[in-house]
């Protein structure tokens, strides 16, 4: 019973951890795209 509650912690962690990653990826590129379309709209008013 010990090893499966040890096997089940540790892909808890490890999904935890992934998913960690994941999140903060996805908000990189999320940042990226709202600097892209700020850009974007500035250039967009200096022509105007």
Sequence with gaps: ?????????????AGVMTGCNTIHGAGKDI????????GTAKDTQQRM
């Design 1 to 13: 019973m010990k090893k499966l509650m040890a096997v089940i912690a540790l892909m808890f962690a």
């Design 31 to 38: 940042e990226r795209g709202g600097e892209k379309l700020q």
